[in-house]
């Protein structure tokens, strides 16, 4: 049996910015990618995904601490609607993001990241889209 080599990719869908994340070609291991801006999130998205080297999406759902939809959950849903248009063959995944941002400053502060560089919002942006992701292939572990 042989195994198929393709990444996942993970959005953290801010106001302002959205933070970037894939997995490796096994995927087994979430890695920060980048920050964007939000308003440059599909261009963006196109060029990666056209590589050809991403399957699927998966996408941070905004969920307030009772569980419920948070507010922003109306612009999640409305690019999620423009990435299935655009890419009718990406598989599109929501993942709880509940806490991410606040798991993301704790990874950089264990991880000795100096004050200034843990400021960055863009970092946590980034960390954010990773944890969410990793939650995703933990869940879906074979």
Do not use: C
């Not at 049996?1 to 993970?10: A, E, G, K, N």
């Not at 598989?91 to 993301?104: L, T």
């Amino acid at each position: 049996m042989s195994t198929v080599y393709f990444r996942y990719i993970s959005v953290d869908i801010g106001q302002k910015r959205t933070g970037l994340a894939h997995t490796d070609l096994l995927r087994t291991i979430a890695s920060p990618l980048e920050t964007v801006f939000t308003s440059d999130l599909m261009p963006h998205l196109q060029e990666l995904i056209g590589t050809g080297q991403y399957k699927g999406l998966v996408v941070g759902w905004p969920l307030e601490t009772s569980g419920k939809e948070g507010a922003s959950v109306g612009r999640v849903r409305s690019f999620i609607h423009q990435v299935e248009k655009q890419f009718p063959n990406l598989e599109i995944y929501k993942v709880d993001e509940r806490y991410s941002s606040e798991e993301a400053s704790s990874v950089m502060i264990l991880s000795g990241l100096p004050k200034k560089k843990r400021q960055e919002k863009k970092r946590i942006d980034q960390i954010a889209a990773a944890i969410i992701l990793q939650r995703f292939l933990d869940f879906n572990s074979h």
